[in-house]
């Protein structure tokens, strides 16, 4: 059997082999932890270690998330004659509605803030909540962040208990957590494991990833939901899972609270995450580059590429550096520095440990908003509404560094079905399923020859991300 790795979207749809599976009788397991590590309340008359006290103070704060979309209709070949559509007054993309359900953790009660996964809402038309006690509420959608795959609702709802969000930067593999969603939306569940391992990637196309591994059972339905550790504190929003057929296997992803807080500061703030510029491309560090370079473990991001005018240049940073702490913090690796680097905002100044020559050395710089050269005024996008491009100047810098054309992304319409799909103003788009794109003309031919959906390839400040519609 093939396994596979895949975003469980957070949510559950009634399909037929779902139908079939639930024919077969219900396999039932339990984990118990340690008496050494379990709490057991001096007041329990059974005498049992027991996980019972924190588990009553963090799901109430656990939500479920109900959304309703709209998906392309079973593909039948009278939909393509345009002349069929027009007769019976059909729309050129025929759509049924859906019904998909998932997970959200409430984080400030005064505010009525919810975290979620960016898979859990995509495309809904709406949104509702349901807390422990079976309150229901609408909730509004705040933002979104493709890449982090995280999502900030909001309710309006008195006596919501929410919860601390504690330090997943000091978490240590072997460390116990509690995994708590709605999987399969037979509702709250709560499962029991250890951190088995940290700084995960290569998951997704679109990210800024590091992900936390835990064998806690996570299923489909548990997208948003709580991971927490033995303090009663959210130290992961439950994200991934690889397994058979989306099944768990006891080997699951969140998002670590550190990452998820950095984004919803910005997304209460701006509505979005504004992603800069620094100028750098980087590599991790091989066995032959610690070798050479005397480095005293794998640790750290080596630059590859600094790009000539960039904040990073100006800075001082040049290729062959190695970064082995950003603000303090030591670097694990590429995708670690990648993702920190991914969410600090435009403006905000960075302190960069770097190895060079042997010799350590510590440099200051300014994260720059993204580079962007359009020529014209921004045009919509016909299959993509709410989206409006410029094409890039020929012969200017951004020009040269795609080595061609392309097109920036001028404006993004809110509630707009391109604002769901994750694009963001500034985005600079080469490439539509791996194709490259130069102009507007040719963006428009490519997404018109896509019957099945397509994958746009794009440009955020300093990194290459991977926007895939259905």
């Not at 919810?114 to 229901?136: F, G, M, S």
């Not at 088995?196 to 591994?213: H, K």
């Amino acid at each position: 059997m093939i396994t596979t790795i895949r975003l469980f979207f957070g949510y559950f749809l009634t399909a037929p082999w779902f139908k079939a599976a639930t024919a077969l009788p219900w396999l039932l397991c339990g984990a118990l932890l340690p008496m050494a590590v379990a709490a057991q309340p001096a007041s329990d008359p059974r005498n049992l270690p027991t996980l019972a006290p924190i588990v009553s103070q963090v799901t109430p704060a656990v939500v479920n998330v109900s959304v309703i979309t709209r998906a392309p209709m079973e593909d039948n070949p009278l939909f393509r004659d345009p002349f069929f559509r027009r007769f019976f007054n059909l729309p050129d993309r025929p759509q049924r509605q859906e019904q998909a359900t998932g997970s959200g953790v409430i984080v400030d009660a005064a505010r009525g803030f919810i975290l979620t996964n960016n898979h859990v809402i995509k495309d809904a038309e709406q949104i509702i909540v349901t807390l422990k006690d079976r309150r229901q509420f609408p909730a509004k959608l705040i933002g979104t962040d493709p890449g982090t795959d995280i999502a900030v609702l909001q309710i309006s709802a008195p006596g919501l208990s929410a919860l601390r969000i504690g330090d997943s930067d000091g978490l240590q593999v072997g460390d116990y957590v509690l995994a708590i969603g709605n999987p399969f939306g037979i509702g709250q569940t709560v499962t029991s494991g250890i951190i088995s391992a940290l700084g995960r990637s290569g998951l997704s196309v679109e990210g800024y990833e590091d992900f936390i591994q835990t064998d806690a059972s996570i299923n489909p339905g548990n997208s948003g939901g709580a991971l927490v550790n033995l303090r009663g504190e959210l130290i992961g929003i439950n994200t991934a899972i690889i397994g058979p057929a989306g099944g768990n296997v006891g080997i699951g992803f969140a998002v670590p609270s550190a990452m998820a807080r950095a984004v919803m500061a910005q997304i209460v703030r701006y509505g979005e995450v504004r992603r800069g510029r620094l100028g750098i491309e980087m590599a991790d560090v091989t066995p032959e580059v610690q070798r050479k370079l005397r480095l005293p473990s794998l640790d750290g991001a080596l630059i590859a590429k600094v790009d000539p005018g960039s904040p990073a240049e100006r800075a001082g940073l040049r290729e062959g550096d190695v970064v082995t702490a950003l603000n303090g913090r030591t670097v694990r690796g590429f995708t670690d520095l990648r993702a920190r680097l991914g969410l600090t905002a435009v403006g905000d100044e960075v302190e960069m440990s770097i190895v060079r020559e042997g010799g350590e050395r510590r440099i200051r710089t300014r994260i720059a908003a993204p580079q962007a050269s359009g020529n014209g005024e921004a045009q919509a996008v016909a299959r993509l509404p709410g989206l409006r491009v410029v094409e890039i100047e020929p012969g200017s810098p951004l020009a040269q560094r795609l080595r061609g054309g392309g097109l920036v992304v001028a404006a993004v319409d809110p509630g707009s079905r391109a604002l769901q799909a994750g694009f963001r103003p500034g985005d600079i788009i080469y490439a539509v399923n791996r194709q490259r794109v130069q102009s507007l003309a040719e963006f428009q031919a490519v997404l018109s020859a896509a019957e099945r959906g397509y994958a746009v390839s794009l440009l955020r400040g300093d990194f290459s991300v991977t926007i895939i519609i259905r």
